[in-house]
């Protein structure tokens, strides 16, 4: 195991990890920009060789792109066929239009990732140190379940055409430009298709891999402010042992400290309101066409799932973790999205809590900037897809009840 963590740090040993801004942004992103790299989508390494192979990668996975869509204009022969590409050319097609729309606002990202360390935020306790470290972890895992369902999903379609009743079949329909119904020929075309279907999945798996470390980040600076926020008498107090609340609200040099840190802390909160907006507008348009996508992709995945189940069981056990993947990446952006509104609103409930009826409220100023804070956080921030419909766990519930409600219309129509 050590072996393989050694080989795997030496292969994406990537530019992004050396212009890191920190410790935090290390802690969050380090697997992303790993996989990014070796997925050939870094932005951060600019040398003669990665270029050469991100170009080529990205050339791959186009050209692939484009071999399904003259497969499915120039051999539409059943519903099946078509329900069979649209499922893998709509989640592509999503792919590379929220990748491009990330793209075009990568100082965005750039700041978003940058935010934790530059914000000074502070996590110094046990508590925010532990708080710090539950997220990391959760943002850990939740990468690798994306990715190894992912991967289950490819490993599944890859051995499908091997075991199909279908002599020379390839995962997916794709249009070569040569026939490769022989023998000599097979093989050759099976390894350069298994090697483009790779590639473009593994860029639809790391599209959802980074808009996940976002929300997650986003997520953990409400959950950190929030303790700050609840503790901040505690924090104030450390220097000013052995006086009472009294003595503590007349003594000029914690009135000082405590306005000072209360004033850092209003300040952050701007901050990451400002970010959680900035992130908001970035992903409205994509997510719409996401969410779009998704609602069809499940639709047409349990069409499939049902067509297949007397049919084959590779088909259809490789059609069911298709359907299981598109519901797990969407499910887990919704809940990172409905997460950052609970933490958003949490900020006010923490405010609560502070101790400000100790009569800190007293001192100048200090009322004024509580308010502040609690009417902006009693105004939850919350991502939506296009402006029409929340990204949380009820709008995903009720999207997937329309998917099945459709899917139902669809099995009526196909047994008529």
Request: contains cysteine; charged residues 20%.
């Amino acid at each position: 195991m050590v072996l393989l963590t050694s080989l795997w740090r030496a292969i994406t040993h990537t530019k992004a990890l050396e212009e890191s801004s920190g410790e935090m942004e290390t802690t969050f992103f380090e697997s992303v920009y790993r996989i990014t790299y070796i997925a050939g989508l870094s932005n951060s390494d600019h040398g003669f060789f990665y270029k050469l192979y991100s170009n080529t990668v990205k050339l791959m996975i186009a050209t692939f792109m484009v071999g399904e869509w003259w497969y499915m204009l120039t051999f539409i022969s059943s519903l099946d066929i078509v329900i069979e590409q649209l499922n893998v050319i709509l989640i592509q097609v999503m792919a590379m239009f929220r990748y491009r729309y990330m793209r075009m606002h990568e100082p965005v990202y750039r700041k978003l990732a940058t935010s934790m360390q530059t914000s000074n935020l502070d996590t110094s306790t046990p508590a925010r140190k532990a708080l710090v470290e539950y997220w990391m972890e959760r943002s850990e895992t939740y990468l690798k379940l994306m990715l190894g369902l992912g991967s289950l999903t490819l490993a599944a379609w890859y051995v499908y055409p091997l075991v199909d009743d279908i002599e020379y079949n390839l995962p997916v329909g794709l249009r070569l430009g040569v026939d490769f119904s022989r023998p000599s020929r097979y093989p050759i075309a099976y390894i350069v298709h298994i090697v483009a279907f790779h590639y473009t999945a593994f860029f639809i798996m790391v599209n959802d891999v980074i808009m996940q470390a976002h929300l997650i980040h986003l997520i953990c600076q409400y959950t950190i402010l929030a303790d700050c926020f609840e503790n901040i008498l505690v924090d104030c107090e450390k220097d000013f042992k052995g006086l009472s609340s009294d003595q503590l609200v007349r003594d000029s040099r914690f009135r000082e400290v405590y306005i000072s840190r209360l004033g850092l802390l209003v300040e952050q909160h701007k901050k990451i309101l400002m970010h959680t907006m900035e992130l908001r507008k970035t992903i409205s348009l994509p997510m719409l066409g996401q969410v779009t996508a998704s609602g069809l992709q499940i639709c047409f995945a349990g069409y499939q799932v049902a067509m297949t189940l007397t049919v084959s069981f590779t088909k259809f056990f490789m059609s069911l973790l298709f359907l299981g993947y598109n519901l797990f990446e969407l499910f887990v952006i919704c809940r990172w999205c409905d997460e950052i509104k609970i933490q958003s609103e949490n900020i006010s409930n923490a405010l609560y809590c502070s101790g400000w009826e100790c009569g800190v409220a007293t001192m100048a100023g200090v009322r004024a900037r509580l308010m502040l804070v609690v009417t902006r956080a009693s105004k939850p921030l919350v991502l939506t897809a296009g402006d029409i419909t929340d990204l949380s766990l009820n709008s995903y519930s009720n999207l997937v009840k329309t998917s099945y409600s459709a899917l139902t219309v669809l099995l009526r129509l196909r047994h008529e």
